[in-house]
């Protein structure tokens, strides 16, 4: 699936890009590489852009962008589940 057809809420983790040259450099830049967990935050009101977040930030993508990264769907706004595997680990105590 498409990273364009998530919802707002969706947790999903990236597969692949099919983008290169600038736009592809960019991206990873941005830190969408295989294996990423992200969540769709919201989409504007006429669907572009959207805004997702990984790794501690928000990012906004055009859609022109978005649809060359290629997803899979690991959960849902309210599921309990979080973005990355396992949660915290506690030190020492």
């Known amino acids: 699936m498409k ?5 707002a809420g969706d947790k ?4 692949s890009i099919k983008a ?5 450099s960019r991206l990873i830049d941005m830190g969408l590489v295989k294996g ?3 969540k769709l935050i919201r989409k504007a009101p006429l669907g572009d852009p959207i805004e997702i977040m990984l790794r501690g930030f928000l ?3 055009r859609l022109s962008e978005a649809k060359n990264i290629s ?3 690991i959960g849902h706004v309210g599921d309990g589940k979080p973005m990355r595997g396992g949660g915290f ?3 020492g105590r």
């Open 3 to 7: 990273m364009t057809e998530l919802k």
């Open 12 to 15: 999903a983790e990236i597969i």
């Open 20 to 24: 290169c040259g600038e736009i592809g």
């Open 36 to 38: 990423t967990r992200f």
């Open 59 to 61: 990012l906004s993508l």
């Open 71 to 73: 997803v899979v769907k």
């Open 89 to 91: 680990k506690r030190r």
